[in-house]
């Protein structure tokens, strides 16, 4: 996603972004931090938000991998603050993904949201992995499509999908589902897969003769600049209240965590988030 645009499917009618509830002290803009840890890459925005609820990216950064999330991700944040012209002070909101994703990379992500939050007295957002994909989307991937599938790999062969109804953005889920339970959901209708297990769904799929289709170039995680737009939409006010009512945002676990034992045998742990 490019730097200064916002994805068109924010702009459609199916998809509203909510003017910012509480503006900044000049009134003129929202500053928003929004990352992502979510999958295999570290992924940070800095957005702003004029009074209209319009964004323009100041800046944006992603590095692959699959651990170092931590070490990563202090710095990412630094360097696009210093490069927007920003401090940490001149943040309004701060926007993380909850999940479904890595156990790590989503604890990670959260307590730097938390941490930050807290030393600045400003909101913090949690946005589910599978609808800032679907805010990826823009106008022309969904022309013909009746649904579609936000697909995460689950490891053990599993995976996690969201639903997403085209026309008004409501999803399904997102839930640890069984192949067979998808196929039923999707069944004859127009179906496009997005997500990092996009590949061997749409395989599933075919071998099943469910006709879909996936993106192209693919989107296998979470834009921050779609968290951003995401957190938007409940507004500053609302995540300030809500915060205030629920706590901070909490991961979102859709099973246990696998562990392996000093015998070398797997198993799942619980886990409270």
Do not use: K
Not at 116 to 127: K, N, Q, S, T
Not at 142 to 160: K, P, Q, S, T
Not at 202 to 213: E, K, N, S, Y
């Amino acid at each position: 996603m490019s730097g200064s645009t916002i994805p068109p499917l924010a702009r459609s009618a199916g998809t509203t972004l909510a003017s910012p509830a509480a503006a900044r002290q000049s009134g003129a803009t929202t500053r928003v931090l929004a990352f992502d840890c979510s999958l295999a890459r570290c992924a940070a925005a800095v957005v702003e938000f004029d009074t209209a609820g319009r964004p323009s990216v100041r800046g944006n950064a992603t590095e692959p991998m699959t651990r170092g999330h931590a070490a990563a991700l202090a710095p990412m944040i630094q360097s696009l603050l210093a490069a927007a012209g920003w401090s940490a002070s001149d943040l309004d909101l701060l926007a993380t993904t909850l999940g479904p994703g890595s156990f790590t990379g989503m604890r990670i992500g959260l307590a730097m949201a938390r941490g930050l939050g807290l030393a600045l007295a400003i909101p913090v957002a949690g946005v589910r992995s599978t609808r800032a994909m679907f805010l990826s989307l823009a106008p022309a991937d969904l022309e013909d499509i009746d649904v579609v599938v936000a697909a995460i790999d689950a490891g053990r062969g599993r995976r996690y999908a969201g639903l997403f109804d085209p026309r008004d953005g409501g999803e399904t889920g997102p839930d640890l589902v069984a192949d067979d339970d998808l196929v039923v959901a999707v069944a004859g209708r127009r179906v496009l897969v997005v997500g990092d297990a996009a590949e061997p769904v749409l395989a599933m799929l075919a071998a099943r003769d469910v006709v879909a289709r996936g993106r192209s170039p693919a989107i296998g995680a979470p834009d921050p600049l779609a968290v951003a737009i995401a957190a938007t939409e409940t507004g500053v006010d609302g995540w300030r209240e809500r915060n205030a009512r629920e706590g901070m945002p909490r991961p979102l676990y859709l099973r246990g965590a696998d562990v392996t034992l000093r015998d070398g045998a797997r198993t799942t742990a619980d886990l409270d988030g």
